[in-house]
Structure formats: structure tokens, C-alpha cells
């Protein structure tokens, strides 16, 4: 039975380390503020001037779980590129990115899932391999944000929360009888909350929009009403907990971590205590580089390998996130 596995994986931060007093110089936020709320103390964002997409800090990533899963580029059989920030509004990030590998002909596409983006393109890149279609697939996660935040205070709800950065996994069809690899994943959306967290201009549905009003107004900068997200975050997270550990036949016992997303560390931490989890069973790092929305679990996974928090040789995880869309999903892996 062909499984998929993740032969490797690689993380890449820009070099900018913005603290919670440097976003204090921009607008009327503190540190206290944003560290009681959210857990952050940094984010990293691209140099400032400097022109860079998702997918040149994707090529970085991906360089280097390539490196560990010792694949040439010419191997990979597909790019699937998760991003809510592409380099430009079509095509897809992932196209940038296989240009950027060298490549030509390779199929490349793009997940546009927010913050589950990473759990939706795993899940694509597993039904991919389960059919036969494809053996090697790269899975990317990358955003850069902070070019599209409004940095004033009228966006500081928003602004303070983003960071920028990419993680790449690379995913293998292993022929094996044993439980290993992807074991389950559930995807869901609910699109009647899409107002709650959204980007809308410009939009090819308003063309009398796009004009020097949405400028004025930024209507091309990201909207979010927090507190109903938090609200369902910390519901459906729970939730689809419950309903992945059911589909595999697994109980919280036999997961050696969780590795959600990175929005908030209240949410984490809700998510921990409705489930009854020590905390150490719950991995955080979004107190040093905030929400990197499709990029944030790849990059966990790439740091609880590198601190061996995760064995890659037994350890379950489980993957879980929730996103604009509203979008939410979970999966469990077993190296
Ligand atoms: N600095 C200082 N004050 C601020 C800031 C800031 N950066 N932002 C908001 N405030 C103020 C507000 O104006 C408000 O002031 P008021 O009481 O005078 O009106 C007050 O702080 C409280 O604001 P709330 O929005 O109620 O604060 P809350 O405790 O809900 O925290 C937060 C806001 C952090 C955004 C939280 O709601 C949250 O994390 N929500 C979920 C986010 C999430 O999970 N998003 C999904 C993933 S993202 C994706 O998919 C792209």
C-alpha cells in the first residue's frame, strides 16, 4: 500500500526581527498589549525595500528540505504551494516557485486556504499519492505579509499579529504495510463566516472599487472580526480533534504532539485545557515569529525535528488549524 511520508523539511525566515516595541513606533499598540492577548514578542519581516514574494522565501525553504530528503528538483513530481499572499494575483506562487527550482513542465499549484493551508495541501498531496497519480510532491507553505498589513493604528488588530516566512515538506509514496505516514486527515469550510476574516480589493467582482477610495478607506488591507474567530477557533479545534482521533482509531495517548497553528497562544492554550493536555503536548512558537499563516505548521514540524521534539523515526503528530474561510482541518502523521 503506497503511503505518503515526509522524506524532509525546511524552514526560512527573513532576516528582520520586529519586536512589539518597534510595531509600538508605527502605531498605538505596546508591548504588553500584544504579549497578554496573543503570546508575541516577535515576527520576523522582509527587509524593508526590499522586493520579495512568498515564493523567493519558499525557494529557500525548499532548498533545503530537498537537501534533507536528498531529491534532486527534477524529481519532484508536483508543487503544491499554500499562500494567502502570492507574489501577484495570478498566476499561482507555486509557478514562481518552479521557475525558481530551475524547473520546466513540473505541475505547480497553489492552495489559497489561509491558515489551513498547509493541512489542505498535505491532505491534496496525500489523496495525489494514495491514487498513484504522483510519488514525489513538494508542499509549501509561505507568506510574506507584512507588505499588506496597514501599519497605522487603525489596522493594529491585524498588523501586530503577522509575521513572514516559508516552510517546505517533502512528500514520498512509500510502498508499506506498516501504519506509518499520513494515517488520516478532515477538511472543512464554512463560507457563511468568509466577511469574518478577508482581504476583498481589489476584487474582480467590484471593479467600480478599485479607484483612489479604497486607498483612502483600505479596503486592500485585511479585515478581522477577532473576537468571533477566537470564538470558533477554540470550539472547532476541539472538535475536529475529537472526529480525526475517531477516524484513525487513535486516542490523544497515542499522539506525541500536537502542532497546531499559530494565531494566538490563548487559543492554543484553550485547546490544550479542553482536551486535558499537559502542555508540553501542545507546541508553540508563536511568541517569536507571530502568525505565518500556511507557513506556521511546516515550520513547527521543521523546529520540533531540529530540538527533537519530534522523532522521525516513531513519533505521532497531529496536525490541526483554523482560518479564514472559515476554513479548518486536522491530520495525523506517523513518522
Ligand atoms: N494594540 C493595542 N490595543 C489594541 C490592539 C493593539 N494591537 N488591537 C486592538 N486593540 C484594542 C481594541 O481597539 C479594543 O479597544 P476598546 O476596548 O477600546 O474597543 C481592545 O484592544 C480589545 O480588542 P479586542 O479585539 O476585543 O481584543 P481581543 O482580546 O479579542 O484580542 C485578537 C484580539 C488578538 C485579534 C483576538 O481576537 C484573536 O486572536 N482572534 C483570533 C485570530 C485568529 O485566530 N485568526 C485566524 C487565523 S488568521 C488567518 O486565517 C489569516
Redesign the pocket.
Known amino acids: 500500500m503506497k503511503r505518503s511520508v515526509i522524506k524532509g523539511t525546511g524552514r526560512f525566515l527573513p532576516s528582520r526581527c520586529v519586536t512589539n516595541d518597534d510595531l509600538s513606533k508605527m502605531m498605538d499598540?505596546?508591548d504588553e498589549?500584544?504579549q497578554q492577548?496573543?503570546g508575541i514578542k516577535t515576527r520576523y519581516w522582509i527587509p524593508e525595500g526590499e522586493t520579495v514574494g512568498a515564493s523567493d522565501l519558499a525557494l529557500e525553504a525548499s532548498k533545503k528540505a530537498l537537501d534533507k530528503a536528498g531529491w534532486q528538483p527534477e524529481e519532484i513530481d508536483l508543487i503544491i504551494f499554500a499562500t494567502?499572499s502570492p507574489d501577484i494575483y495570478f498566476p499561482g506562487a507555486g509557478c514562481f516557485l518552479q521557475t525558481k527550482l530551475g524547473l520546466t513542465d513540473t505541475p505547480a499549484l497553489d492552495i489559497r486556504q489561509?491558515?489551513t493551508g498547509f493541512v489542505y495541501a498535505m491532505s491534496t498531496a496525500d489523496a495525489y499519492i494514495r491514487s498513484g497519480m504522483y510519488n514525489k510532491i513538494l508542499v509549501v507553505g509561505a507568506e510574506v505579509h507584512s507588505t499588506g498589513l496597514d501599519k497605522t493604528t487603525a489596522g493594529?488588530?491585524v498588523s501586530?499579529?503577522f509575521g513572514d516566512g516559508a516552510a517546505a515538506v517533502c512528500v514520498e509514496a512509500v510502498e508499506t504495510e506498516n501504519n506509518v505516514g499520513v494515517l488520516g486527515s478532515i477538511l472543512k469550510a464554512d463560507g457563511k463566516y468568509a466577511e469574518k476574516?478577508m482581504l476583498e480589493l481589489p476584487a474582480s467582482k467590484y471593479p467600480e472599487r478599485i479607484n483612489e477610495e479604497m486607498l483612502k478607506t483600505g479596503g486592500h488591507f485585511p479585515i478581522?472580526d477577532?473576537?468571533r474567530?477566537?470564538k470558533l477557533?477554540v470550539r472547532k479545534l476541539p472538535e475536529i480533534t475529537k472526529e480525526i482521533l475517531e477516524q484513525t482509531g487513535l486516542t490523544l495517548d497515542d499522539i506525541d504532539l500536537v502542532i497546531p497553528h499559530q494565531?494566538?497562544l490563548r487559543?492554543n492554550e484553550a485547546y490544550q485545557k479542553t482536551l486535558g493536555l499537559p502542555s508540553e503536548k501542545v507546541f508553540n512558537n508563536i511568541q517569536k515569529y507571530g502568525?505565518t499563516?500556511a507557513a506556521t505548521i511546516p515550520l513547527a514540524l521543521d523546529e520540533t525535528i531540529e530540538q527533537g521534539l519530534v522523532d522521525t523515526k516513531s513519533s505521532t503528530v497531529l496536525f490541526v488549524a483554523?482560518?479564514?474561510g472559515l476554513t479548518w482541518a486536522a491530520m495525523i502523521y506517523r513518522f
Open positions: 499598540t505596546n498589549w500584544i492577548r496573543t494567502l489561509q491558515c493594529r488588530d501586530v499579529l476574516l478581522m477577532g473576537t474567530i477566537f477557533a494565531a494566538n487559543i502568525n499563516t483554523l482560518g479564514a
